[in-house]
């Protein structure tokens, strides 16, 4: 007998089934019924029926399979996707930094942006003391001396607007007298005596003679530019300008700053004279840039914006 095989094996006939079977049969319900019911002696039991096993323990599929039963992770939801994001739901991305949208803001609405702070060490007292404090001109008394040019520190120069804070007095330059001594900054100084080598190139190219002094005229004086006293101060007052007036070479008479006959020994000296001046100086003023300069060079180190110079 296996009836209650075939009714395990078969669960899907249901109890129904099973009934009516066993009802054709003629025989007691085997396996549903009530065990007080079944004559034990005369039906033995059959041996119990394993659970079916649980889909999740059933062997895995061929490896062929496997890939394709593998399972795959969840679609990302659509919000979570960036490009989603911003095309369909840019009002759910309030932290998004989104920085081109920044300059679409009213500029009205735009704090003034502030200048950046200055720096501590210029402000306050600092900044005072570095106004007043002299600049430290050692590294060009160092190239003067080198150079040449034989000068004494002056005490400091202070006149009301006029002064100036380190003032030397240059008296020769190397191998060119200085009769009149020049009270000037280490720059000009400087400046004047690398422009010197140069003028002594232009006589010996020019007058075939070499170079012996520069007559000086105002170096320091306090006053206004073009002696206006309504003007503003000129480099003069700072120690900072020079006026050459003559030069002597040797063998000739003093050659004059003025106004030359063109093409002539002296002309084609003074003009190169001047025109190297403005590689030394920022500011080259002589005959024919005014009245005022019709008899000498008017030399300064004056600092304009830009580093503009102004050579004529
Ligand atoms: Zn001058």
Redesign the pocket.
């Known amino acids: 007998m296996n009836l209650c095989r075939q009714t395990g094996a078969a669960p899907r006939t249901g109890a129904g089934g099973v009934l009516a079977l066993a009802l054709l049969l003629a025989v007691p319900l085997p396996c549903r019924a009530a065990p007080q019911d079944a004559p034990a002696a005369s039906v033995p039991l059959p041996p119990p029926v394993p659970p079916e096993r649980p889909q999740e323990l059933t062997p895995p599929p061929a490896p062929g399979e496997a890939i394709k039963a593998a399972p795959t992770p969840p679609e990302r939801p659509a919000e979570l996707k960036p490009e989603t994001r911003a095309d369909t739901k840019p009002e759910a991305k309030p932290e998004a930094p989104a920085p081109a949208a920044e300059p679409v803001k009213p500029e009205a609405a735009q704090p003034t942006p502030l200048p950046p702070a200055r720096p501590p060490e210029l402000s306050g007292e600092a900044a005072l003391a570095l106004k007043v404090a002299p600049p430290d001109d050692t590294a060009c008394r160092t190239r003067l001396k080198r150079l040449g040019a034989t000068f004494e520190p002056l005490p400091a120069i202070a006149n009301g607007q006029c002064g100036a804070p380190l003032p030397l007095k240059l008296t020769a330059l190397d191998g060119i007298a200085l009769p009149q001594s020049a009270t000037l900054t280490c720059a000009a100084a400087e400046a004047l005596t690398r422009w010197a080598t140069e003028v002594q190139v232009a006589a010996e190219r020019e007058l075939k003679q070499p170079l012996r002094s520069i007559a000086i005229?105002?170096s320091y004086e306090c006053r206004g530019q073009n002696h206006d006293v309504e003007a503003k101060l000129?480099?003069?007052a700072f120690a900072n300008?020079?006026?050459v007036m003559s030069f002597g070479v040797e063998g000739r008479a003093p050659i004059m700053v003025a106004a030359k006959a063109a093409g002539s020994e002296e002309g084609r000296f003074i003009d190169a004279v001047r025109g190297r001046a403005c590689a030394f100086f920022r500011t080259v003023?002589g005959p024919g840039s005014n009245a005022a300069?019709a008899d000498?060079l008017?030399?300064?180190e004056r600092e304009r914006n830009a580093g503009h110079r102004l050579c004529q």
Do not use: A, M, V
Request: charged share 20%; hydrophobic share 20%; aromatic share 0%.
């Open positions: 005229g105002t000129s480099e003069h300008g020079i006026d003023l300069h000498h008017h030399l300064d």
